[in-house]
């Protein structure tokens, strides 16, 4: 039996906040898209911002190729001003997972919220303190520190990845 170990901290260090909304869909057919251009299954900077011209603005372009670059050195060894489409629509694939992670994320804070909501409604009435007394805005800042915090999901990630297997299989076996 085999084993498949997964490197999480791509993760933590290679998902941008950006303008576009990556989907494992989307990745696998600007791939698609990227084959035709790239006939060595190479990608130039220059070919990878002419390609995302109409997706992003360059600043967001020039940044993402940045980023890759980096991952691809420190995770592969690979120095050069150029990217494998395999190794460019893993990384894009990683991409698609703040999207999923973003989606989870707002349903938990939408169900804390309204766990909130009831505990701070649910101030006994023979209770001497007002809903905004001290008391009430030390618990609603105590949340808010606590759901702030930022813990890599394992778990989700592993769904993620489960979820959208045939897909990452695809995607990684473009070269």
């Known amino acids: 039996m085999s084993s498949c170990s997964i490197r999480c901290e791509i993760f933590d260090h290679a998902v941008l906040h950006s303008s576009v909304k990556w989907h494992p869909a989307s990745v696998s057919s600007f791939l698609d898209e990227l084959k035709l251009i790239c006939p060595n299954r190479t990608l130039t900077q220059s070919k990878w911002i002419d390609s995302v011209s109409s997706k992003m603005p360059l600043s967001e372009a020039q940044c993402y190729w940045s980023m890759f670059m980096a991952c691809r050195q420190s995770m592969l060894g690979q120095v ?83 979820e959208n297997l045939s897909l990452l299989i695809g995607v990684a076996s473009v070269c």
């Open 80 to 162: 050069g001003e150029w990217m494998e489409l395999g190794t460019l629509g893993i990384f894009l694939f990683c991409q698609a997972y703040a999207q999923a992670r973003a989606r989870a994320d707002s349903s938990q804070h939408n169900e804390a919220v309204v766990q909130n909501l009831a505990t701070t409604m649910a101030i006994p009435s023979n209770s001497s303190q007002s809903p905004n007394s001290a008391r009430g805005v030390v618990h609603r800042s105590q949340l808010m520190t606590s759901s702030s915090k930022l813990v890599r999901d394992n778990s989700s990630i592993l769904q993620f990845i489960l």
